[in-house]
Every structure is written in structure tokens, then in C-alpha cells.
């Protein structure tokens, strides 16, 4: 098998690690607050997350020379998650991730500002089209709009500032501390919050926050591999296979089937994105030097 393919399928097995933890996520949001969520996810991704950098090179890849940085991210990434479980609980499941796949394109907007960075016009197009999908999704002032598509943007907007942060800081900290600060700040943020929004969780809950937390961590650990064994620019469209499963879940546990309108704004959205990997791919090669 070749590497390519390896990491095609390793990116493909974490996407739909990272599906079936939002439909996690989305049952349990029914009963539970989405800050009891998070404290239940931390709390069993921490010492698993611990568990990979010791079996991958030992705990000193949690050292690190900049706390700051991290307490910022990790305050960035329980935004993140507050608002994606929240929206998860008030949007379809497909509806959810369609808005959520925004978040590359603010990836691409937030990084001239915030890094810098020169964006061709070509990219500028793509993203226009994008952000096009997105209002076809969320669709606002119209009849289908919904609230929680706004929460939803949040989420993306507040995850785009933590790939950002990834951009600048990922080169100087080792991968597994980027990893375990973000999850280590969420955790005590919300085990402050607690007492005024614990619910008892049924038996089955029990089980559900167990396995959001172990497959949170199994998302994170496919998707690096996959990048390890392929080009990002081959792996990263794989991403986009989240909507299928997003549909294929929805339908199945809650009798959810997206209209016409989710399905066109998706198309939209993905397509703004496989052409901008498309772009940074071909600027790559530009840039290589030749022998």
C-alpha cells in the first residue's frame, strides 16, 4: 500500500472518529450542558493524550517555554467547543457540519491580518465562493434560518483563530503539548462550573461520555498519521467525506434529512475549499527549487 493511500485512509478513519463524536455530543447535548460535555471529554482525553506522548517519545514533549500561548489557545479551543456542542444540540447534524467546514476560509481571512500573510486573488475568489455556501446554508433573514447556525459560526470563527495559532506556534512546541494544554485548560475552566450545571448522568450517558473522550483522542491520533504518511494537500480534501457520514447519522438516530438548499451550500463550501488546497499545492511546487 502506498503512503498516499495510508494516509488517505488513516485521514478518512479520523473524520469519521470526529463524526461519530459529534453525534456523541449532539445525544448527550439533550440532557447535559455543553460545559459538562467538555469537562467529561477533557477529563477522559487528558491521560490518554499523556499515554501517546509517553509512548511516543516520553513526557518531556509536554515541556514547554511559552504557558501563555497555550492558556490562550486552550481558552480559544473551550470557546471552540462551547459553542460546536451547543450548535450541535440546536442544528441538524448535517446543517451543523456544513457551517462548520467554514472555518478554513477564515483560516484564509484571519491570516493576513493576524499572521500577514499575502492571499492571491485566486484564493480571494474561492473563498468568496465559500463564504457564498455558507450563506446559503445559514440563509439569514429567510425562512429556514435558525439561531443556532450563528452559534455554529462562532464555533468556526473561534476554531480558525486556533489553526492560526498552530500556524505561528506549531514549528516551536512539539505536537502533543499543543494537544494536552488545549485539552488541560477546557478542563479546569469547566470543572468551575459544575455545580451550577451538573445533571446525573443515566447509566448509558456514562458510556457516551467515555467514548466521546476516546474517540476525540482516536480522531487526533488517525488525522496525524495521516499527515505523516501523505502531502496535506492529498489528505486534507478527505475531510469533506464528514458530510457524508453527517447525513448518513442524522438520518439515522434523529430522522434528520437536509433540504436542498444544505446540500447546495455544501458543494459550494467544499468546492471553495479543494480549490484553495488545490492553489497552496501548486504555489508549493512553485516555490521548490529545482536541480
Same mark, same amino acid.
Not at 31 to 50: G, K, N, T
Given at each position: 500500500?502506498?503512503?498516499?493511500?495510508?494516509?488517505?485512509?488513516?485521514? @478518512?478513519?479520523?473524520?469519521? @472518529?470526529?463524526?461519530?463524536?459529534?453525534?456523541?455530543?449532539?445525544?448527550?447535548?439533550?440532557?447535559?450542558? %455543553?460545559?459538562?460535555?467538555?469537562?467529561?471529554? $477533557?477529563?477522559?482525553?487528558?491521560?490518554?493524550?499523556?499515554?501517546?506522548?509517553?509512548?511516543?517519545?516520553?513526557?518531556?514533549?509536554?515541556?514547554?517555554?511559552?504557558?501563555?500561548?497555550?492558556?490562550?489557545? /486552550?481558552?480559544?479551543?473551550?470557546?471552540?467547543?462551547? @459553542?460546536?456542542?451547543?450548535?450541535?444540540?440546536?442544528?441538524?447534524?448535517?446543517?451543523?457540519?456544513?457551517?462548520?467546514?467554514?472555518?478554513?476560509?477564515?483560516?484564509?481571512?484571519?491570516?493576513?491580518?493576524?499572521? /500577514?500573510?499575502?492571499?492571491?486573488?485566486?484564493?480571494?475568489?474561492? $473563498?468568496?465562493? &465559500?463564504?457564498?455556501?455558507?450563506?446559503?446554508?445559514?440563509?439569514?433573514? &429567510?425562512?429556514?434560518?435558525?439561531?443556532?447556525?450563528?452559534?455554529?459560526?462562532?464555533?468556526?470563527?473561534?476554531?480558525?483563530?486556533?489553526?492560526?495559532?498552530?500556524?505561528?506556534?506549531?514549528?516551536?512546541?512539539?505536537?502533543?503539548?499543543?494537544?494536552?494544554?488545549?485539552?488541560?485548560?477546557?478542563?479546569?475552566?469547566?470543572?468551575?462550573?459544575?455545580?451550577?450545571?451538573?445533571?446525573?448522568?443515566?447509566?448509558?450517558?456514562?458510556?457516551?461520555?467515555?467514548?466521546?473522550?476516546?474517540?476525540?483522542?482516536?480522531?487526533?491520533?488517525?488525522?496525524?498519521?495521516?499527515?505523516?504518511?501523505? %502531502?496535506?494537500?492529498?489528505?486534507?480534501?478527505?475531510?469533506?467525506?464528514?458530510?457524508?457520514?453527517?447525513?448518513?447519522?442524522?438520518?439515522?438516530?434523529? /430522522?434528520?434529512?437536509?433540504?436542498?438548499?444544505?446540500?447546495?451550500? $455544501?458543494?459550494?463550501?467544499?468546492?471553495?475549499?479543494?480549490?484553495?488546497?488545490?492553489?497552496?499545492?501548486?504555489?508549493?511546487?512553485?516555490?521548490?527549487?529545482? $536541480?
Amino acid at each position: 500500500m502506498s503512503p498516499s493511500l495510508k494516509g488517505i485512509l488513516f485521514m @478518512c478513519a479520523g473524520v469519521l @472518529c470526529l463524526a461519530i463524536g459529534d453525534a456523541i455530543a449532539k445525544w448527550l447535548g439533550e440532557v447535559h450542558s %455543553p460545559l459538562q460535555i467538555i469537562f467529561f471529554r $477533557s477529563l477522559v482525553s487528558l491521560p490518554l493524550i499523556a499515554a501517546l506522548a509517553h509512548y511516543g517519545g516520553g513526557l518531556t514533549k509536554l515541556r514547554t517555554r511559552r504557558p501563555g500561548v497555550h492558556l490562550v489557545r /486552550g481558552l480559544i479551543y473551550t470557546g471552540t467547543m462551547g @459553542c460546536f456542542v451547543l450548535g450541535l444540540t440546536m442544528l441538524p447534524l448535517a446543517e451543523a457540519t456544513a457551517i462548520a467546514f467554514a472555518a478554513p476560509l477564515f483560516v484564509t481571512l484571519l491570516s493576513v491580518p493576524l499572521l /500577514g500573510e499575502r492571499v492571491d486573488y485566486q484564493v480571494v475568489a474561492a $473563498s468568496l465562493l &465559500g463564504f457564498a455556501g455558507v450563506m446559503v446554508v445559514v440563509r439569514p433573514g &429567510g425562512e429556514g434560518f435558525h439561531p443556532g447556525a450563528l452559534v455554529m459560526l462562532a464555533a468556526a470563527v473561534f476554531y480558525a483563530l486556533l489553526m492560526i495559532t498552530s500556524r505561528r506556534y506549531g514549528g516551536r512546541e512539539h505536537l502533543w503539548a499543543m494537544v494536552f494544554y488545549i485539552t488541560l485548560v477546557p478542563l479546569v475552566i469547566t470543572s468551575v462550573t459544575l455545580p451550577w450545571v451538573w445533571q446525573t448522568p443515566h447509566p448509558w450517558h456514562w458510556l457516551g461520555f467515555l467514548g466521546a473522550g476516546v474517540i476525540g483522542v482516536g480522531a487526533t491520533a488517525f488525522i496525524t498519521m495521516a499527515f505523516r504518511h501523505a %502531502p496535506a494537500a492529498i489528505a486534507a480534501p478527505f475531510d469533506y467525506t464528514a458530510m457524508l457520514w453527517a447525513v448518513l447519522l442524522g438520518w439515522w438516530f434523529w /430522522g434528520e434529512m437536509p433540504d436542498v438548499w444544505v446540500f447546495v451550500g $455544501s458543494i459550494l463550501i467544499i468546492g471553495s475549499g479543494l480549490a484553495i488546497a488545490y492553489h497552496d499545492r501548486r504555489t508549493t511546487l512553485k516555490r521548490r527549487p529545482t $536541480s
